[in-house]
Nanobody
Framework: QVQLVESGGGLVQAGGSLRLSCAAS????????MGWFRQSPGKEQDLVAA????????YYADSVKGRVNIPRNNAKNTVYLQMNSLKPEETAVYYC?????????????????????WGQGTQVTAPS
């Protein structure tokens, strides 16, 4: 079992920056690819960014490329989502999720169904 706890959400001006954190307990995060998803009211939960267990490869949704970064620190069992130039339409609940990947894997997956563990979410609000 892996427990994931997100933090760092809040109210930020449009155009501002925010860094979300996802701290894991129970098992080492180094055996998991990690993803950040978000869900706005009335919309589906979408993948924002993902990173392989060894940080070799990352994925970013087209809408966030160039503004978002997903670093991870396996020694601290934590993954982050750095968001810059936030837009009002990015107001959402942000979730981190863990996807077990075999040793030696340098892959991530983009379907929410592939992720095994989820945090409770943290609200990000960027009013217009």
């Amino acid at each position: 079992q892996v427990q994931l706890v997100e933090s760092g959400g809040g109210l930020v001006q449009a155009g501002g920056s925010l860094r979300l954190s996802c701290a894991a307990s129970g098992r080492t995060l180094s055996t998991y690819a990690m993803g950040w998803f978000r869900q706005s009211p009335g919309k589906e939960q979408d993948l924002v960014a993902a990173i392989t267990r060894n940080s070799v490869y990352t994925y970013y949704a087209d809408s966030v490329k160039g503004r978002v970064n997903i670093p991870r620190n396996n020694a601290k069992n934590t993954v982050y989502l750095q968001m810059n130039s936030l837009k009002p339409e990015e107001t959402a609940v942000y979730y981190c999720a863990a996807d077990y990947r075999p040793i030696g894997s340098s892959t991530y997956r983009t379907s929410r169904a592939d992720y095994d563990y989820w945090g409770q979410g943290t609200q990000v609000t960027a009013p217009s």
